[in-house]
C-alpha cells in the first residue's frame, strides 16, 4: 500500500494496536522507523521490537507492553514534523513532553535520538514524534 507519511502509519499502528490491546504489531521496515522502534524499546515504551524478513517486504514486529496486563504501557503517541510541515528545534528548544514524563523523538545530525540524548549532545533537529 502506498502511504504518503510511513512514519505516521507506524504511530498510528502502534496507538490503535495497544488500545486494542493486542500483544504483537506489524509495521512495514525501514532504517528511520526501526531506529524509532529502538528507542520505544531503550525508553521502556515497548517491549520488544524484532525485524522479519519475508520476500516482497520486510516488517518489524514490535511487541507492546502493559502495566498489570491491562493498561497499555504507550498512553499517547504523536506525530510532529509533518511532509506538509517540518517543525525544527535548536538545542536550546527541545520540548519536554508531560513535564519530562514522555520523550521527543528527534532526527538529528547524528543520527535518531531522544530529546535528553540530543540535549546531552548539543544537538537540535527535526522534532519526529512525542511518546507518553
Same mark, same amino acid.
Given at each position: 500500500? &502506498?502511504?504518503?507519511? *510511513?512514519?505516521?502509519? !507506524?504511530?498510528?499502528?502502534?496507538? &490503535?494496536?495497544?488500545?486494542?490491546?493486542? @500483544?504483537?504489531?506489524?509495521? *512495514?521496515?525501514?532504517?528511520? /522507523?526501526?531506529? !524509532?522502534?529502538?528507542?520505544?524499546?531503550?525508553?521502556?515504551?515497548?517491549? @520488544? =521490537?524484532?525485524?522479519?524478513?519475508?520476500? *516482497?517486504? &520486510?516488517? %518489524? /514486529?514490535?511487541?507492546?507492553?502493559?502495566?498489570?496486563?491491562?493498561?497499555? =504501557?504507550?498512553? +499517547?503517541? /504523536?506525530?510532529?514534523?509533518? *511532509?506538509?510541515?517540518?517543525?525544527?528545534?535548536?538545542?536550546?528548544?527541545?520540548?519536554?513532553?508531560?513535564?519530562?514524563?514522555?520523550?521527543?523523538? %528527534?532526527?538529528?545530525? /547524528? +543520527?535518531? !535520538?531522544?530529546?535528553?540524548? @540530543?540535549?546531552? @549532545?548539543? %544537538? +537540535?533537529?527535526?522534532?519526529?514524534?512525542? =511518546?507518553?
Amino acid at each position: 500500500m &502506498n502511504v504518503t507519511d *510511513p512514519i505516521a502509519d !507506524m504511530l498510528t499502528r502502534i496507538r &490503535n494496536a495497544s488500545r486494542a490491546r493486542h @500483544a504483537e504489531v506489524l509495521v *512495514p521496515a525501514s532504517k528511520l /522507523k526501526s531506529e !524509532m522502534a529502538r528507542i520505544l524499546v531503550s525508553e521502556g515504551f515497548v517491549a @520488544a =521490537v524484532e525485524e522479519t524478513k519475508s520476500v *516482497p517486504e &520486510n516488517f %518489524l /514486529k514490535i511487541t507492546l507492553k502493559y502495566v498489570d496486563g491491562k493498561m497499555p =504501557v504507550v498512553t +499517547g503517541i /504523536k506525530r510532529i514534523s509533518k *511532509p506538509g510541515l517540518r517543525v525544527y528545534a535548536g538545542k536550546t528548544e527541545i520540548p519536554r513532553v508531560l513535564g519530562g514524563l514522555g520523550i521527543v523523538i %528527534l532526527s538529528t545530525s /547524528k +543520527g535518531i !535520538m531522544t530529546g535528553a540524548e @540530543a540535549h546531552k @549532545a548539543q %544537538l +537540535g533537529g527535526e522534532i519526529l514524534a512525542y =511518546v507518553w
